[in-house]
């Protein structure tokens, strides 16, 4: 089983910036991708982005030029920087970890930007 525990969650302004981690841990042995989904109340999940075991990285349409994922292989690691964060960017964040033919996803951490 491999573990996913999320943080960097909070309230912030619009405009401002927030970054969040997601740390793998357990029976860990080959990671492919790792990505953040969200969720705001009312709507459905949706995929905010990914990052490939290359670094290939795919972004939603609503975040890109704003948000930049990472990730780091040594330590099991994806992060989310967000920038100039707006009120619709309000959800549950939850990380998720495609580790060899199993999908991991993490308890989620909310997110909050006010206007």
């Known amino acids: 089983q491999v573990q996913l525990v999320e943080s960097g969650g909070g309230l912030v302004q619009a405009g401002g910036s927030l970054r969040l981690s997601c740390a793998a841990s357990g029976r860990v042995f080959s990671i492919n991708t790792m990505g953040w989904h969200r969720q705001a109340p009312g709507k459905q999940r949706e995929l905010v982005a990914h990052i490939t075991s290359s670094g290939t990285t795919y972004y939603a349409d609503s975040v890109k030029g704003r948000f930049t994922i990472s990730r780091d292989n040594t330590k099991n690691t994806v992060y989310l920087q967000m920038n100039s964060l707006k009120p619709e960017d309000t959800a549950v964040y939850y990380c998720?970890?495609?580790?060899?033919?199993?999908?991991?996803w993490g308890q989620g951490t909310q997110v909050t930007v006010s206007s």
């Open positions: 998720n970890v495609l580790e060899r033919w199993n999908d991991y």
